[in-house]
């Protein structure tokens, strides 16, 4: 009766007459009718491989009473096996029962479960993240990936119960350990960080490393942590990170390391008699050395000139490449005024020692320029302004021509000051109106007409009244503001030429503009000269472009296509400052010249005769042979007018004729000759 009733399968089995009772549920646990399984044995619906325990456990339950239970594959009535957790029980004599459940859903969802894990476990395996769960206590492990066996060398299983500790870096544990204990406040708190671990074969490895506590998640029950290797990309930030502190030809510390050692020798010099000294040294010619020989000759020579430089500086002492050809050396403790001296002495000995290279030999020469800070030397400054104060002073010492050391001092700091607020104003003077043009007139010495002008540019500074363009014009250059400032001259220069009739003339006057060899260089260059002359609706035939000597001497490469651009639109072209440059020759006979330029230190000799003379009268003989205008600037006096004019010197210009003077003023200037101007001279000479 009890059977009759029982939700599970059952079966009343004998062994020698199988199954004497199958219970009605039979039906609903194995699809088949109970009364076809009466006189069944096992092995006629038991899988075959689970024949052999079912009657094993038939046999246990017969001497104990009870046995299962196990899983065993019995057909179903669907013509397939399912999984059935099997019990027996003994109830008399040989006959026991036996309990059937189908648990086939139950056995495949273990079943994926347990695929799960091995996908998971084998992930992990494989993964290039290491996952570990530090047991609530803080210290210790509960779990450790498979990949930490592959990443670490520390097999997994070994490291349950771990103190993780052991593996940190010692200088990471305090941060480390502080984050961890933090974390254990806060159920979901994290934190992520970049930690040393110790690999097996006992190196550190870099990892970053993202912990959470989840001690409140039953399956984690802990604070779990995901960990990646990045020692390759640490290192190689470091590299970089070393690249970017490092004169590459040198390897020594370059100027962005040099001012974090300046600052620290500046902070250690406490005591008030301390003093911080740095020597900028700037090798010469060493363009020439390129030009020669190459960029590979010229970096084994500041390699050695580096390694003689360090031998000898002090231990505290730095060396560093500053530019190509630049080297600074701060010295921490800096002696005092003589045997600083002496030191800088030594620096040039060592670099004038022979240097032989690849079967060069080699005689080097340099400048230094000496800067001290501290209480003592009455010049608390910061990195940057020593570092300023010494380039001013190897700067000095460059021009000089025959200083080799120069000193920084009061005055010289004043001077640097001084061209770091003009060219802070510069930026601003174009924007604000400051800039003013005056021109100055050429005149031809056989009919007496004007026939160009030279536009001038001042700065009409706020402060310091009208400046002329040698207080402006080189920091221009050197700050890049010229390209701009060249710009705005152009334009200007070609609107005033148009307000002033040059066109009109029956022989177009030229305005002159002078052209540096940054607009030179410039990509636009060429459409800014066209723009300029389209705004202004000047001819291109009443534009003349100076380009003085030494630019074209240091000519980059499409400086020759420019010009020739330039002479195509119709502009004419000159050579300024003519004669003061190298292969004057050589520059008529590449670029497209049409005005020679003499430059006004061979008029200024004119009157003492002898070679400056015969100069001119060379230039200017040349100039008639290659159908050149010849304009001699620069006449100050009356007796330079005439010889010029008994040379025959075509065009004349100078402070005798016409001083630059603003545009309004021109105006009634281009009504008056030569000898207009001549009488105007004289009778103010009077």
């Known amino acids: ?27 609903h646990v194995m699809g088949v009718d109970p009364d076809e399984f009466l006189g069944m044995f096992a092995a006629e619906w038991v899988h075959p491989d689970d024949v052999a325990e079912m009657i094993e456990q038939r046999r246990l339950a017969v001497h104990l009473g009870h046995s299962g239970p196990i899983e065993i594959r019995g057909r179903h009535g669907d013509g397939t096996f399912h999984w059935f957790e099997a019990e027996w029980w003994h109830i008399v004599f ?56 592959r990443l670490l060398g520390w097999v997994a299983a070994d490291q349950v119960d771990a103190h993780w500790p052991d593996l940190v870096h010692p200088d990471d544990l305090h941060s480390v350990t502080m984050e961890i204990d933090r974390v254990l406040t806060t159920l979901g708190a994290s ?32 604070i779990i942590v995901h960990a990646h290797d990045i020692t390759r990309s640490y290192q190689l930030q470091r590299e970089l990170a070393q690249q970017a502190l490092v004169d590459g030809p040198t390897g020594l510390p370059n100027r962005i390391l040099l001012l974090d050692r300046i600052d620290v ?53 730095t060396v560093a490449a500053v530019t190509a050809d630049e080297f600074a050396i701060c010295l921490e403790r800096s002696p005092g005024p003589a045997e600083l001296a002496a030191f800088a002495q030594r620096v040039l000995d060592a670099i004038n020692e022979p240097l032989l290279l690849d079967g060069q030999d080699l005689r080097l020469t340099a400048r230094i320029g000496i800067a001290v800070a501290g209480a003592v030397a009455g010049n608390e400054s910061t990195p940057d302004e020593l570092l300023r104060d010494a380039s001013a002073a190897l700067h000095l010492a460059k021009s000089s021509g025959v200083q080799r050391v120069a000193w920084s001092d009061t005055t010289l700091r004043a001077a640097v ?5 003009l060219t802070d104003a510069l930026r601003h003077a174009i924007a604000d109106e400051e800039m003013v043009l005056h021109y100055q007139p050429t005149y031809d010495t056989r009919s007496g007409a004007i026939i160009a002008a030279e536009a001038l ?10 400046l002329p363009p040698d207080q402006f014009i080189p920091q221009a250059e050197v700050s890049g503001a010229i390209v701009e400032l060249g710009g705005w001259v152009l334009h200007t220069a070609c609107q005033q030429a148009v307000q002033l009739g040059f066109h009109t003339f029956d022989v177009p006057l030229v305005m002159w503009v002078n052209v540096s060899a940054r607009q030179l260089a410039a990509a636009g260059f060429i459409q800014q000269v066209t723009e300029a002359l389209a705004a202004a609706q000047l001819p291109s035939v009443c534009l003349g472009l100076e380009i003085t000597e030494t630019v074209l001497l240091e000519a980059e490469a499409g400086f020759e296509d420019r010009i020739s651009q330039l002479r195509r639109l119709g502009c004419h072209i000159a050579i300024d400052d ?56 620069g006449v100050e006096t009356m007796e330079q007018l005439d010889l010029l004019t008994q040379i025959g010197c075509p065009t004349v210009s100078g402070y005798a004729l016409c001083r630059p003077i603003p545009g309004e003023q021109l105006a009634t200037v281009l009504g008056q000759t030569l000898a207009d101007r001549c009488a105007i001279f004289a009778a103010a000479a009077r």
């Not at 020439?288 to 000759?297: A, M, N, Y």
């Open 1 to 27: 009766m009890v059977l009759r009733h029982s939700a599970d399968a059952a079966m009343l089995l004998h062994p020698k007459d199988g199954v004497v009772y199958a219970s009605p549920a039979m039906e």
């Open 417 to 421: 000051r001084d061209r770091l607020e």
């Open 578 to 633: 003519f004669g003061t440059g190298y292969a004057s020759l050589t520059y008529l006979r590449r670029y497209e010249i049409d005005v020679l330029k003499i430059d006004r230190s061979f008029v200024a000799g004119l009157e003492n005769g002898g070679h400056d003379v015969s100069i001119v009268a060379a230039v200017n003989g040349l100039g008639l042979a290659l159908d050149l205008t010849v304009t001699a600037e």
């Open 94 to 149: 040989d006959h026991t029962v036996l309990h059937l459940r189908d648990v086939s859903e139950r056995r495949a969802a273990r079943e994926a479960d347990a695929r799960q894990d091995a996908r998971l476990r084998a992930v992990l395996r494989d993964s290039n993240e290491i996952v570990v769960i530090v047991d609530p206590d803080g210290r210790r492990l509960r779990y450790a990936s498979g990949s930490t066996e």
């Open 265 to 317: 020798a500046l902070q250690r010099s406490a005591d008030p008699s301390d003093q911080v000294a740095l020597l900028c040294v700037g090798l010469d010619r060493f363009t020439s050395i390129i030009d020669t020989w190459g960029h590979d000759l010229a970096d084994a020579v500041v390699r050695e000139v580096g390694a003689r430089l360090l031998h000898l500086g002090g231990r505290s002492d």
């Open 191 to 222: 934190f992520t960080a970049e930690v040393r671990i110790r690999h097996r074969n006992d190196s550190w490895l870099m990892l970053e490393v993202r912990a959470t506590n989840l001690i409140d998640d039953p399956l984690i029950g802990g």
């Open 457 to 466: 540019v001042r700065w009409q500074h706020p402060r310091r009244g009208l």
